[in-house]
């Protein structure tokens, strides 16, 4: 069922308290929690810019209907589009985020999604739908143009014909931003929705070699090419002692040997950027150039015309790092949250409540060379607060969701930053 995308006032309502309800239980299931930094901060509009950005897997409509074993305990209300619109609505705007970062977007929910989010003023979305004819659901990107402008942008497609690690339909959106208030402060906005099987850590390690090597790609300021700050979320569907999230995090994990011929290394970046300093084209295929852009300045990467054989030998000749055993980048990503570790949080139940979503962010100024970061100086992006995750037994006192609050079977992340001239 959709929801008229041209009068949101014929949503049905659910009760006149709901809203009221949702917002009670959020601050007695979940609160904001400043960092150090943020204690202290003080808000001065000529060298600072503070937004928050919130990242959600707000489950597919067609992944209910396609999986329904997975929800038969629930209250079958409450799984209903209409409904859990609402609650989505409502949490969205209770949080305020000005840039927001979707996951699990059905795309013929795209505009019932933008109609309810109307109050928020974002621009059009961007949205990258999951490669291949059977799947209706993607990735999205909202955000506030009157605060941000959006430079550049690509759409990164993790399936490769031929390769078995990378035989799945997982996508990602990589955007460029400028901040409307902060002269020549650019970033980077990353989203993701990695393979689910939880067997299946070396497709995810894939997956985020990948995904990394787009990052380094595109994490380059327009103008002085100096490193940016990056903001990467998702449903990684990895816990925090696994393999991928230790790529991610302490970057560094054992490797799973990529093709040659895509021309990615060790390090987690393409050979075009080391060799050639070239950033537009990479070895990488992608299935579609005529995607949803929103602007055009998209980055053209799209490699059906390379030769493929001379990739690989200039890699092999290169003495770029391959095949040494692991995996390393050079980001210096860092979770926003604290107490990942310690398993007493969670963002989803799949048997048992689990941690599996996450916001990293570039705390440190990044070097563009060698495999080992050593923190030098901040960035230009500092985290001033967390909308903190749920302790694991209050997620077992709240039951199954989406519920009459809940509108996913997901929780929400979300955090504040602020960007500074330094």
């Not at 079958?76 to 977007?105: G, M």
Request: aromatic share 10%; glycine share 2%; net charge neutral.
């Amino acid at each position: 069922m959709n929801i008229p995308v041209d009068c949101w006032q014929h949503f049905p309502p659910l009760n006149c308290n709901h809203t009221q309800n949702q917002m009670h239980v959020q601050r007695n299931h979940r609160r904001w929690a400043r960092t150090r930094f943020g204690i202290t901060f003080r808000y001065d509009r000529r060298y600072s810019h503070p937004f928050k950005l919130m990242s959600y897997n707000i489950l597919a409509q067609t992944l209910i209907e396609k999986h329904p074993y997975l929800y038969t305990t629930h209250y079958q209300p409450y799984l209903e589009w209409p409904h859990r619109l609402q609650c989505l609505r409502n949490e969205i705007l209770n949080i305020k985020p000005e840039i927001l970062c979707l996951q699990e977007v059905q795309e013929s929910h795209l505009d019932d999604i933008a109609m309810a989010l109307k109050p928020m003023n974002y621009d059009k979305p961007l949205y990258k739908q999951r490669t291949g004819i059977d799947y209706y659901d993607g990735c999205a990107i909202f955000y506030n143009p009157q605060l941000f402008k959006l430079i550049d942008h690509h759409y990164v497609e993790f399936y490769q014909p031929g390769v078995k690690v990378l035989d799945r339909c997982n996508v990602a959106i990589i955007a460029k931003f400028a901040s409307r208030r902060l002269k020549n402060i650019q970033f980077i906005v990353a989203t993701t929705h990695l393979l689910y099987n939880p067997k299946r850590d070396d497709v995810r390690t894939a997956q985020l070699q990948i995904l990394l090597a787009e990052l380094d790609r595109m994490s380059v300021h327009t103008e002085t090419q100096e490193p940016l700050p990056i903001i990467l979320t998702g449903d990684f569907n990895s816990l925090p002692s696994s393999e991928p999230y230790k790529l991610v995090h302490q970057g560094r994990t054992n490797s799973v040997n990529l093709p040659l011929e895509l021309g990615i290394t060790d390090d987690c970046q393409h050979m075009n950027v080391t060799i050639h300093q070239n950033r537009k084209t990479t070895a990488l295929f992608h299935s579609d150039k005529k995607t949803n852009d929103a602007t055009e300045t998209v980055s053209d990467d799209v490699s059906d015309s390379t030769d493929k054989t001379a990739v690989a030998k200039t890699v092999e000749t290169s003495g770029l790092p391959y095949n040494t055993g692991s995996l390393w980048h050079m980001l210096n990503l860092t979770p926003t949250l604290y107490n990942m570790e310690s398993n007493n949080i969670a963002s989803t139940y799949q048997n048992k409540w689990i941690l599996v979503d996450y916001i990293f962010y570039t705390k440190y100024s990044r070097r563009t060379v060698g495999p080992v970061v050593i923190p030098q100086t901040f960035s230009s992006l500092k985290l001033l607060a967390n909308f903190e995750l749920p302790y694991v037994q209050n997620c077992q006192r709240m039951g199954c969701i989406p519920n009459s609050i809940y509108g996913s079977d997901h929780y929400s992340m979300a955090s504040e930053f602020v960007l500074m001239n330094r």
